[in-house]
């Protein structure tokens, strides 16, 4: 028995998106929530292994739900389900620790396929945003005077390579053929790339915090 | 400032400015050097025209009313009366006999020349008294600086044995404050009228003339230079300059005015008195031109103003020569010091805007200080009296020299105060520019960020409502149709949005996403996919408006294949040169239908696609065929 927590405030999507994950995940048991008030309270009570968050709440952004599940319930792979598809949107809910992203308006069949793909571990990765992980990364280097406390993280050279090769628009199963890869390992690299595009964001927003004279968060 | 052009400048201005002083100062020379080549050239071709009398007899009246005559004597002249008559002040009857001078022509005009009498005198021809200099009782006209001429009236004249009779005024040397003034008779000349004239204008030339015109500049520049101290309140020593000026005019005023209404003791006095004020502006002047000031010795001056006439009160009029040459000797020490300590001064500290200054200071004071002490053996009566009046001539044309310099400071300090004033404006004018370019900069900053504000709650209304919206259509409409439109709404919207909000993209970056989109797309459809762009990495930029529209035209070109043409590849192809972007997507479909041109067009959004390319300015061709499947090319203006 999974708990899988669904945020979404509009309630027939909502609906529809139940009944999605139920078809996706017969087992599971999902919670629901409109507004980022709710989402966070469950959190803090339930085990979740999945959640789907929008963006755009009426209290709020799902940005914040994802960052406190990563933070709490770090085995809980968050997923984006959002209508905005730009980067601006769903770069800060990568960092902020979302495994993946779904748009909403896509066929049923085509978004439990991804969420089918993502819960075994192989997540979307669009060039758009692989450009922003090279620049975020590309920026993380460039700061030298770095604080002992705070972990550097760095991509291989393998997991730049895919990087790279999204950015110029090829697709994962394109690269996978181009470097001689199996499906599964570009998926490993992809999810490599996401994780610590996380764990980059946090240690860069914690010395942000300190550069500020703030304490880090809890 | 450390650009080498003002330096330049001031370079050369300061090397100007000497070479004026130093042309000042040789002009100087050169008027003394002239006059005492014009003063000695008179005796040389007077010849025998011109007699020459150097012997008279002498009678001294104690009285003018009694008349006491005392017996003649025999005297030479000139008759200097400190020597021959000391502390005599009254009148002395001169008597001497000539014949005509044998080298005139016989029926020439005569005169008698007399180039020395003080203070004045009365000439009588035979008995018959011709000439009058002036007033002969007190106050007595003052002629001592005035040679003076006689007309010989040819009626009274003879050949031979002509009497001359002389009678001078004059005052004791010890009732007067200067030697030249002191009582006395030159020798007596007498010839043609016309050579004497000629000799008389010469003398008054430069004993009054040069004087009189010196006295005017110097009053002049005196006066200016008060108006440039009074503009210019921190340099004290214009309005000392212009004072010193000026009295000195003013006492030169006397070589003017020969019937003062005032008694001998009392203009003697008053002369003498004058030294105190413009020896203390001369000082004064001085220490402020070497930025000194000293209460102690400001005060020492007034006090000597105040002591000097009490002296000289005291001691009366008749110990006036004696006490006034204690005093200018105390005045000239003064002075000198004065001078002495303003260069000892400035060669130890040289102001900056005046380090071109010394050495023509050391000239002209030098200048000065030789003529106070030649002035001061004069009235010891060390060299014997000067043929030119050396003090009334010398000092103005220090004077001129010293103002020429000031002017010089002045016009610098002018020129300074100019580039300054320039620099000043150009620099406000800089940052006036700067501001208005910051400010402008910041409207625009302002504009760009209200738009851009405006734009994102726009597109988030957009997203939150209309996308909300149609996103419940697509995912509960029963019709496969209806849902299918409202997704293809919502991908416009979302379009519409990114080209009203979104930045310019670079080409190499958006044939990326189109790529990744397009082959996904196809890839799905199971169609294979063959696209080849351009491999080297440009920057060139696609405003955000031209890759939405592109991505439009993409998509639907993608989707005309997807639902059309049946085929099974698609090869797409990306061109990119400096001017314009090309792209071509080729099917191996079935193709459009010739005679469905019009009516298939709606369906597969060819005349929308046409459309979008021409608004931006580019152009989409279609090529179909039964058969042959279908290109599309598109270029588009970069």
Not at chain 2, 24 to 47: E, F, K
Not at chain 2, 54 to 59: F, G, V
Not at chain 2, 562 to 586: E, M, N, W
């Given at each position: 028995?999974?708990?899988?927590?669904?945020?979404?405030?509009?309630?027939?999507?909502?609906?529809?998106?139940?009944?999605?994950?139920?078809?996706?995940?017969?087992?599971?048991?999902?919670?629901?929530?409109?507004?980022?008030?709710?989402?966070?309270e469950?959190?803090?009570?339930?085990?979740?292994?999945?959640?789907?968050?929008?963006?755009?709440?009426?209290?709020?952004?799902?940005?914040?739900?994802?960052?406190?599940?990563?933070?709490?319930?770090?085995?809980?792979?968050?997923?984006?389900?959002?209508?905005?598809?730009?980067?601006?949107?769903?770069?800060?809910?990568?960092?902020?620790?979302?495994?993946?992203?779904?748009?909403?308006?896509?066929?049923?069949?085509?978004?439990?396929?991804?969420?089918?793909?993502?819960?075994?571990?192989?997540?979307?990765?669009?060039?758009?945003?692989?450009?922003?992980?090279?620049?975020?990364?590309?920026?993380?280097?460039?700061?030298?005077?770095?604080?002992?406390?705070?972990?550097h993280?760095?991509?291989?050279?393998?997991?730049?390579?895919?990087?790279?090769r999204?950015?110029?628009?090829?697709?994962?199963?394109?690269?996978?053929?181009?470097?001689?890869?199996?499906?599964?390992?570009?998926?490993?690299?992809v999810?490599?790339?996401?994780?610590?595009?996380?764990?980059?964001?946090?240690?860069?927003?914690?010395?942000?915090?300190?550069?500020?004279?703030?304490?880090?968060?809890? | 400032?450390?650009?080498p052009?003002?330096?330049?400048?001031?370079?050369?201005?300061?090397?100007?400015?000497?070479?004026?002083?130093?042309?000042?100062l040789?002009?100087?020379?050169?008027?003394?050097?002239?006059?005492?080549?014009?003063?000695?050239?008179?005796?040389?071709?007077?010849?025998?025209?011109?007699?020459?009398?150097?012997?008279?007899?002498?009678?001294?009246?104690?009285?003018?009313?009694?008349?006491?005559?005392?017996?003649?004597t025999?005297?030479?002249?000139?008759?200097?009366?400190?020597?021959?008559?000391?502390?005599?002040?009254?009148?002395?009857?001169?008597?001497?006999?000539?014949?005509?001078?044998?080298?005139?022509?016989?029926?020439?005009?005569?005169?008698?020349?007399?180039?020395?009498?003080?203070?004045?005198?009365?000439?009588?021809?035979?008995?018959?008294?011709?000439?009058?200099?002036?007033?002969?009782?007190?106050?007595?006209?003052?002629n001592?600086?005035?040679?003076?001429?006689?007309?010989?009236?040819?009626?009274?004249?003879?050949?031979?044995?002509?009497?001359?009779?002389?009678?001078?005024?004059?005052?004791?040397?010890?009732?007067?404050?200067?030697?030249?003034?002191?009582?006395g008779?030159?020798?007596?000349?007498?010839?043609?009228?016309?050579?004497?004239?000629e000799?008389?204008?010469?003398?008054?030339?430069?004993?009054?003339?040069?004087?009189?015109?010196?006295?005017?500049?110097?009053?002049?520049?005196?006066?200016?230079?008060?108006?440039?101290g009074?503009?210019?309140?921190?340099?004290?020593?214009?309005?000392?300059?212009?004072?010193?000026?000026?009295?000195?005019?003013?006492?030169?005023?006397?070589?003017?005015?020969?019937?003062m209404?005032?008694?001998?003791?009392?203009?003697?006095?008053?002369?003498?008195?004058?030294?105190?004020?413009?020896?203390?502006?001369?000082?004064?002047?001085?220490?402020?031109?070497?930025?000194?000031?000293?209460?102690?010795?400001e005060?020492?001056?007034?006090?000597?103003?105040?002591?000097?006439?009490?002296?000289?009160?005291?001691?009366?009029?008749?110990?006036?020569?004696?006490?006034?040459?204690?005093?200018?000797?105390?005045?000239?020490?003064?002075?000198?010091?004065?001078?002495?300590?303003?260069?000892?001064?400035?060669?130890r500290?040289?102001?900056?805007?005046r380090?071109?200054?010394?050495?023509?200071?050391?000239?002209?004071?030098?200048?000065?200080?030789?003529?106070?002490?030649?002035?001061?053996?004069?009235?010891?009566?060390?060299?014997?009296?000067?043929?030119?009046?050396?003090?009334?001539?010398?000092?103005?044309v220090?004077?001129?020299?010293?103002?020429?310099?000031?002017?010089?400071?002045?016009?610098?300090?002018?020129?300074?105060?100019?580039?300054?004033?320039?620099?000043?404006?150009?620099?406000?004018?800089?940052?006036?520019?700067?501001?208005?370019?910051?400010?402008?900069?910041?409207?625009?900053?302002?504009?760009?960020?209200?738009?851009?504000?405006?734009?994102?709650?726009?597109?988030?209304?957009?997203?939150?409502?209309?996308?909300?919206?149609?996103?419940?259509?697509?995912h509960?409409?029963?019709?496969?149709?209806?849902?299918?439109?409202?997704?293809?709404?919502?991908?416009?919207?979302?379009?519409?949005?990114?080209?009203?909000?979104?930045?310019?993209?670079?080409?190499?970056?958006?044939?990326?996403?189109?790529?990744?989109?397009?082959?996904?797309?196809?890839?799905?459809?199971?169609?294979?996919?063959?696209?080849?762009?351009p491999?080297?990495?440009?920057?060139?930029l696609?405003?955000?408006?031209?890759?939405?529209?592109?991505?439009?035209?993409?998509?639907?070109?993608?989707?005309?294949?997807?639902?059309?043409?049946?085929?099974?590849?698609?090869?797409?192809?990306?061109?990119?040169?400096?001017?314009?972007?090309?792209?071509?997507?080729?099917?191996?479909?079935?193709?459009?239908?010739?005679?469905?041109?019009?009516?298939?067009?709606?369906?597969?959004?060819?005349?929308?696609?046409?459309?979008?390319?021409?608004?931006?300015?580019?152009?989409?061709?279609v090529?179909?065929?039964?058969?042959?499947?279908?290109?599309?090319?598109?270029?588009?203006?970069?």
């Amino acid at each position: 028995m999974t708990n899988i927590l669904l945020l979404e405030d509009l309630p027939e999507i909502r609906t529809w998106l139940k009944v999605l994950i139920n078809q996706v995940f017969p087992q599971s048991q999902i919670h629901e929530a409109a507004r980022v008030h709710d989402a966070l309270e469950l959190v803090s009570a339930v085990k979740f292994s999945l959640a789907l968050c929008d963006l755009g709440l009426p209290d709020g952004s799902g940005v914040d739900v994802v960052a406190a599940l990563r933070e709490h319930q770090p085995e809980c792979q968050s997923v984006v389900v959002t209508i905005h598809d730009d980067d601006d949107h769903l770069f800060p809910a990568l960092q902020a620790g979302a495994f993946g992203y779904l748009l909403k308006e896509q066929a049923r069949e085509l978004i439990a396929e991804q969420l089918k793909r993502m819960s075994q571990g192989e997540p979307p990765l669009s060039p758009s945003i692989a450009r922003r992980v090279i620049s975020h990364f590309a920026s993380q280097t460039r700061q030298q005077e770095r604080p002992q406390n705070i972990p550097h993280v760095s991509l291989t050279d393998r997991e730049n390579e895919v990087l790279l090769r999204v950015a110029k628009g090829f697709t994962l199963p394109e690269i996978g053929v181009q470097l001689n890869l199996s499906r599964h390992t570009i998926a490993d690299y992809v999810k490599q790339i996401y994780r610590k595009l996380n764990v980059s964001s946090r240690a860069e927003a914690a010395l942000e915090a300190q550069r500020l004279g703030l304490f880090r968060r809890q | 400032m450390s650009t080498p052009r003002p330096g330049t400048l001031q370079h050369d201005a300061t090397r100007i400015a000497r070479r004026a002083t130093c042309s000042w100062l040789a002009a100087a020379l050169a008027l003394l050097a002239i006059s005492v080549l014009l003063l000695s050239a008179p005796a040389a071709h007077a010849g025998a025209a011109i007699v020459t009398l150097t012997s008279a007899q002498a009678a001294q009246t104690t009285n003018d009313h009694l008349l006491t005559e005392l017996p003649p004597t025999i005297v030479d002249l000139p008759d200097d009366w400190s020597d021959t008559r000391p502390r005599f002040d009254g009148l002395v009857r001169y008597r001497t006999r000539f014949d005509r001078p044998a080298g005139a022509e016989p029926n020439e005009l005569l005169a008698l020349y007399i180039e020395r009498v003080c203070s004045n005198v009365e000439v009588s021809l035979n008995g018959q008294r011709i000439y009058s200099g002036g007033r002969m009782t007190e106050p007595v006209t003052r002629n001592c600086h005035y040679a003076q001429l006689v007309t010989l009236p040819p009626a009274l004249l003879q050949e031979r044995g002509n009497t001359l009779d002389l009678q001078v005024r004059g005052h004791a040397l010890q009732r007067v404050a200067s030697r030249q003034r002191a009582g006395g008779l030159s020798a007596l000349q007498i010839g043609p009228q016309a050579l004497l004239a000629e000799q008389q204008a010469r003398h008054r030339l430069w004993n009054v003339a040069a004087v009189q015109v010196l006295a005017l500049t110097v009053a002049v520049l005196g006066v200016v230079m008060i108006v440039l101290g009074w503009m210019s309140r921190q340099a004290a020593y214009f309005s000392y300059y212009g004072w010193l000026s000026l009295a000195w005019a003013l006492m030169s005023l006397r070589i003017w005015w020969r019937d003062m209404p005032w008694d001998n003791g009392v203009i003697e006095f008053l002369f003498c008195t004058a030294f105190a004020p413009v020896v203390a502006l001369a000082v004064q002047f001085l220490l402020s031109y070497a930025d000194l000031r000293s209460r102690w010795i400001e005060n020492a001056l007034a006090l000597q103003w105040v002591l000097l006439p009490v002296t000289l009160l005291l001691g009366g009029p008749a110990r006036l020569f004696g006490l006034a040459n204690a005093w200018y000797v105390v005045l000239a020490v003064e002075t000198c010091a004065a001078m002495a300590l303003y260069l000892w001064v400035t060669k130890r500290h040289p102001r900056h805007d005046r380090r071109h200054d010394f050495w023509p200071m050391v000239a002209i004071l030098g200048a000065g200080s030789v003529l106070v002490l030649v002035e001061l053996a004069v009235q010891y009566d060390l060299p014997g009296l000067p043929q030119l009046p050396l003090l009334q001539l010398g000092v103005p044309v220090l004077l001129v020299a010293v103002a020429a310099r000031l002017l010089q400071v002045f016009a610098r300090s002018l020129q300074a105060a100019e580039a300054g004033r320039n620099t000043l404006e150009a620099r406000v004018r800089e940052a006036t520019a700067e501001i208005e370019h910051n400010f402008a900069q910041l409207a625009e900053m302002r504009v760009e960020q209200v738009t851009e504000k405006e734009r994102k709650r726009i597109a988030a209304d957009l997203h939150d409502d209309l996308g909300a919206k149609l996103l419940t259509i697509v995912h509960t409409s029963e019709s496969e149709r209806i849902s299918t439109l409202a997704r293809e709404a919502l991908e416009e919207m979302r379009l519409s949005v990114r080209g009203l909000t979104g930045k310019p993209v670079r080409l190499a970056d958006a044939l990326a996403d189109w790529r990744a989109e397009t082959v996904l797309r196809l890839g799905q459809a199971n169609i294979e996919a063959d696209w080849r762009g351009p491999t080297e990495e440009t920057e060139q930029l696609l405003p955000a408006r031209g890759f939405v529209q592109t991505t439009r035209i993409l998509r639907e070109a993608v989707s005309n294949i997807i639902k059309h043409s049946g085929a099974s590849h698609c090869k797409v192809r990306c061109a990119i040169t400096d001017r314009q972007f090309g792209l071509t997507v080729q099917d191996n479909g079935k193709g459009i239908p010739m005679e469905l041109d019009g009516k298939l067009d709606r369906g597969h959004g060819m005349s929308s696609m046409k459309h979008r390319a021409k608004q931006m300015q580019g152009q989409c061709l279609v090529e179909s065929g039964p058969g042959y499947g279908t290109v599309i090319r598109l270029t588009l203006p970069l």
